[in-house]
């Protein structure tokens, strides 16, 4: 079975062209190339558009990189902030890692769960 992800272009005689990404950071990469000042998030009041998002998954995706990261790597996190999240998740696509959100489990905000791979 074909798993590959696919991004379509609709061409002016209603045909479309499909073009193979190798993963959903591949799709935030031509969402911001097509349309770089739309809403990729909107969350509340706030939103963010995928030129922004773009620079900045694709800037935290070197950065783990930088750090050591090799794809196939676990990224544990704990981020309380709902429109930021997406980011983190895009920039692990980006660099071939793999997000696991660590949930909120109390007001204190408190990470005692130790991670062992």
């Known amino acids: 079975m074909n798993q590959s992800l696919y991004t379509y272009s609709f061409c002016a005689d209603n045909s479309f062209t499909l073009k193979a990404m190798k993963n959903l950071g591949d799709s935030l990469s031509a969402s911001a190339a097509r349309d770089p000042q ?3 998030i909107a ?6 558009s995928y030129e922004w998002l773009e620079q900045e998954t694709t800037g935290l995706a ?14 544990a996190f704990y981020w ?19 997000a696991v959100p660590e949930p909120l489990r109390s007001n204190n905000h408190v990470l005692n769960v130790p991670f062992v791979d």
């Open 38 to 40: 739309q809403a990729a």
């Open 80 to 98: 309380p902030n709902p429109i930021e999240t997406p980011e983190l998740y895009f920039a692990c696509f980006k660099a071939g890692l793999i």
């Open 62 to 75: 070197k950065w783990f990189l930088q750090q050591g990261c090799k794809t196939g790597d676990r990224i």
């Open 43 to 48: 969350f509340e009041d706030r939103s963010i």
